[in-house]
Nanobody, 124 residues
């Protein structure tokens, strides 16, 4: 059983930074892609960033390119999302996800497992 557990959310002022962590367990992820999404109230789940576990191919949404960085620590089975220059419009629940894909995938339906989410609130 795959489990993903996010942490690191919280309240931050505009212009600040947060690092989200996602602890993955339950299997080896060498043939998986891992991604980060967010969902604000009343909005659809939005793709942010993804990487393949094996070769670390990375893709970012235009809305976060240059501000967010995804990385992983394979020894710890951890995935991270470093978020800099945060804006009030970044306020949302943030999710990590894992999908059985050797390529970067960007739509929620392509992911098989999801974490419970962590709230990020950016004040102006």
């Amino acid at each position: 059983q795959v489990q993903l557990v996010e942490s690191g959310g919280g309240l931050v002022q505009a212009g600040g930074s947060l690092r989200l962590s996602c602890a993955a367990s339950g299997r080896t992820f060498s043939s998986y892609a891992v991604g980060w999404f967010r969902q604000a109230p009343g909005k659809e789940r939005e793709f942010l960033a993804a990487m393949t576990w094996s070769d670390r191919s990375i893709y970012y949404a235009d809305s976060v390119k240059g501000r967010f960085t995804v990385s992983r620590d394979s020894a710890k089975n951890m995935v991270y999302l470093q978020m800099n220059s945060l804006k009030p419009e970044d306020t949302a629940v943030y999710y990590c996800a894992a999908g059985r894909s050797i390529r970067v995938v960007t739509t929620p339906s392509q992911y098989n497992y999801w974490g419970q989410g962590t709230q990020v609130t950016v004040s102006s």
